[in-house]
């Protein structure tokens, strides 16, 4: 995302990010320096990564490699062990940055919105966080580009 700013003839007020702040990736976290150095505001855009962090799971055409559906599909099933929600851990974990100005959220279903719901108004159960967490520790902190 610095690309962005160096390489822009333009002027540049916000930077948003998709699926770069969520269970598998934190890019965006480490990135905040550089951003509010040039005051610019920061949106956390799809934090269930276009559906891949629910129980439902992702649409078929979702280009995450099969490594990371297969870590999203043992870690939906982590949480409906628990009696929970994937997205609700993941939301959770996405609001828990209080360096992000907004954070959009991808809905596909209203199951997923009453999750999100009270992911907002509820404290994280910090156990099951490090739990999800470590389910995606081999591939955290790597952004994928579809092929």
């Not at 956390?44 to 990564?49: E, I, T, W």
């Not at 799971?57 to 982590?78: I, V």
Request: proline share 6%.
């Amino acid at each position: 995302m610095p690309y962005v700013l160096k390489e822009s003839d333009g002027v540049v007020d916000l930077i948003q990010s998709d699926c770069e702040n969520c269970l598998y990736d934190a890019t965006l976290r480490h990135l905040v320096p550089v951003f509010r150095h040039r005051d610019l505001g920061i949106v956390n855009a799809s934090p269930l990564c276009m559906g891949l962090l629910t129980n439902a799971g992702p649409p078929a055409s979702h280009p995450a490699p099969d490594k990371r559906k297969l870590a999203a599909r043992s870690a939906a099933a982590f949480c409906e062990e628990r009696n929970t929600d994937l997205s609700k851990v993941a939301l959770q974990y996405a609001l828990s940055d209080r360096n992000m100005d907004s954070t959009i959220v991808d809905i596909e279903s209203v199951e997923t919105l009453r999750s999100c719901l009270s992911a907002a108004s509820e404290t994280a159960d910090k156990d099951l966080l490090d739990g999800v967490l470590e389910i995606f520790k081999p591939g955290f902190m790597t952004t994928f580009v579809p092929e």
